[in-house]
């Protein structure tokens, strides 16, 4: 299956930036999309962002405006800005690819994650 895996997690103060990688080889070829979900310590998973294969993008009115997703095809890699970031904006966040606008079924498995610490 297509593996992802996440890369440039840290600590920030509030109002920094971050850039996440998640680098999937196959994503292209299988035409997945990938979806971002992230957990705080004592709460629910939330997904909070999506990119298509046809590179449409999807997020939810906490991140809007603020997250950026975007995709490198020849590196197989999907890129996570994250600018003005918050305290609450402080869990794991994993990436995962998904078949369903026209991958195959290759796609759909969960990256380890990587630690987004925001501090005031």
């Known amino acids: 299956q297509v593996q992802p895996v996440e890369s440039g997690g840290g600590s920030v103060q509030a109002g920094g930036s971050l850039r996440l990688s998640c680098t999937a080889p196959?994503?292209?070829?299988?035409?997945?999309?990938m979806d971002w979900y992230r957990q705080a310590a004592g709460k629910q998973r939330e997904w909070f962002s999506r990119?298509?294969?046809?590179?449409?993008?999807s997020y939810i009115d906490s991140v809007k405006g603020r997250f950026t997703i975007s995709k490198d095809k020849a590196k197989d890699t999907v890129y996570l800005q994250m600018n003005s970031l918050k305290p609450e904006d402080t869990a794991m966040y994993f990436c995962?690819?998904?078949?369903?606008?026209?991958?195959?079924?290759?796609?759909?498995?969960w990256g380890q994650g990587t630690q987004v610490t925001v501090s005031s």
């Open positions: 995962k690819t998904n078949p369903n606008y026209g991958g195959s079924l290759l796609c759909g498995r």
């Open positions: 196959g994503f292209t070829s299988n035409n997945c999309g």
């Open positions: 990119i298509r294969s046809d590179g449409i993008t």
